[in-house]
């Protein structure tokens, strides 16, 4: 279970405050350089990792982009920072500090008006927290006297105000220390951050995310997508029907028997690839804490309940094809496949040397290892291996940068990989990707 953290009293919302910060932060671990470290000596990383932990917790702390950025950047770690680096930047994507009941209060009343507040009786102890806002709990009682159990996403005041100056100081501090690849695709991938950030900002688009979720597993009793009350959400606030589960790690799923966890790792595995290959729509953000899991009583039909649509994102068809091509090389260890696939995507270029081709078509092999036969999730040192053969094709590269698309993806695939290891599954995943496959065929040749 995650551990509570000390609350923060407020987000620094101020452009200048925000900027003073962050610049400072720069200064602070100014001189550190990512070739520095891979090349210097033990006694020197300590000082050299102490510098990227002041930058990181200073992202923490300011929340909203200056975080966002600090965790697409752990996404991106495999391919482009020193291991090191890496895990410092991965706490990013744990559960955030959440900010003070007074503070998050008076957002809430500045949204809902009194009419509206005087109807919920709000438990101020939030439920979750993350970079752009927060999730408390919430009752409400309808003409009848009965209570509706409602939940609050309440975003953070002001957050959305420092995106553009947050970026642009992140990019050159983040230039400054050799940290990131300069060039055309990396500035592309600042720009799909704004972009990704001003979406999960916007909780209008992540109410019809959800209605378009709503609508397409309506007919699949597995899956549960809360319905969104209009009523009492706003541009800051998101109210939602709050259905009952727990997460994936806690003891009550952990207690089910090998079968039920077994059933929901397929759930959740096919929800992913339903996302992909059927609505070209894929929630990018597969946190433990965005999925709960409703224990059936009789032990028949545990069900998967959605909670987030904000960071949801588009598939371009042609992306698709070529992703598919990745798929399909990799599961039917085709290497002609894998090496066209990598080649359409840009992974792969006319100047990489076959020894780098045959690295990357053995990453590739290995990525899609769970799906060959009967699989052991729980147990698996995979990530240490993939991590391992990112690191050494990385160095080959010299820091290329993947495109934009792919690092959303293999997020979401790394959280699918989780959330299976999480349940301890053991089971075939392979007859499901392929039975996804023959049903949804490429539309692009």
Same mark, same amino acid.
């Given at each position: 279970?995650?551990?509570? !953290?000390?609350?923060?009293?407020? @987000?620094? *919302?101020?452009?200048? *405050? ?7 932060? +720069? ?11 891979? $090349? ?13 932990? @002041?930058?990181? $917790?200073?992202?923490?702390?300011? =929340? ?5 950025? #600090? ?18 930047? &991965? ?11 007074? %503070? ?28 752009? #806002? ?23 005041? #002001? ?5 553009? *100056?947050?970026?642009?100081?992140? !990019? ?25 950030? &001003? ?12 209605? =378009? ?17 209009? !009523?009492?959400?706003? =541009? ?28 929901? +790792? ?5 929800? /992913? ?17 965005? /999925? ?5 009583? %009789? ?30 090389? #990799? ?5 002609? !496949? ?7 995507? +840009? ?12 690295? /990357? ?77 023959? =049903?949804?065929?490429? *539309?692009?040749?």
């Amino acid at each position: 279970m995650p551990q509570k !953290k000390e609350p923060l009293k407020d @987000i620094r *919302t101020s452009l200048l *405050t925000r900027g003073f910060k962050l610049a400072r932060a +720069g200064i602070r671990a100014g001189g550190f350089a990512a070739g520095q470290l891979l $090349n210097s000596s033990g006694e020197n990383k300590p000082a050299w990792l102490a510098k990227v932990e @002041i930058l990181v $917790n200073e992202m923490g702390q300011l =929340k909203g982009t200056a975080m966002k950025v #600090g965790q697409t950047m752990s996404m991106y770690g495999e391919h482009l920072l020193p291991k090191e680096v890496n895990e410092i930047f &991965k706490k990013l994507q744990q559960e955030s500090p959440p900010v003070m009941w007074s %503070t998050m209060r008076k957002t809430l009343e500045r949204e809902l008006g009194a009419e509206r507040m005087a109807l919920l009786e709000v438990d101020p102890e939030p439920l979750a927290s993350a970079s752009i #806002g927060q999730v408390h709990t919430a009752i409400r009682k309808d003409a009848s006297g009965a209570d509706e159990k409602l939940a609050l996403k309440i975003q953070y005041e #002001g957050i959305d105000a420092a995106v553009d *100056t947050d970026l642009k100081l992140l !990019k050159f501090i983040l230039n400054m220390s050799e940290m990131v690849p300069r060039g055309p695709r990396f500035d592309q991938v600042f720009a799909e951050i704004r972009t990704m950030f &001003k979406q999960e900002v916007d909780y209008d688009f992540e109410r019809e995310a959800a209605a =378009k979720f709503k609508e397409w597993l309506k007919d699949d009793p597995r899956y549960k997508v809360p319905f969104i009350d209009p !009523k009492f959400s706003t =541009k800051r606030v998101l109210t939602m029907e709050r259905l009952k589960g727990v997460r994936a790690d806690y003891p009550d799923v952990q207690a089910l028997s090998q079968e039920r966890r077994n059933r929901l +790792g397929i759930l959740f595995l096919e929800l /992913y690839l339903r996302e992909l290959l059927e609505f070209r729509l894929v929630q990018t953000d597969p946190h433990l804490g965005n /999925y709960l899991i409703e224990i059936d009583p %009789t032990g028949e039909n545990d069900k998967l309940v959605l909670l987030d649509f904000g960071a949801v994102r588009d598939v371009p068809d042609d992306f698709l094809h070529h992703y598919r091509l990745l798929m399909e090389g #990799g599961i039917g260890r085709d290497a002609r !496949k894998v090496e066209k696939g990598g080649r359409m995507l +840009g992974l792969l270029l006319p100047e990489d040397p076959m020894e780098l081709v045959k690295d /990357y078509v053995d990453l590739c092999y290995l990525l899609t290892e769970p799906f060959q036969s009967v699989y052991d999730w729980g147990e698996t040192d995979l990530p240490k291996r993939v991590a391992a053969a990112v690191g050494k094709i990385a160095s080959s590269y010299r820091l290329r940068a993947p495109p934009r698309e792919l690092v959303f993806l293999d997020r979401k695939l790394g959280g699918v990989f989780i959330f299976l290891s999480v349940l301890k599954c053991v089971m075939d995943a392979k007859p499901s990707v392929e039975k996804a496959l023959a =049903k949804n065929p490429a *539309t692009t040749s």
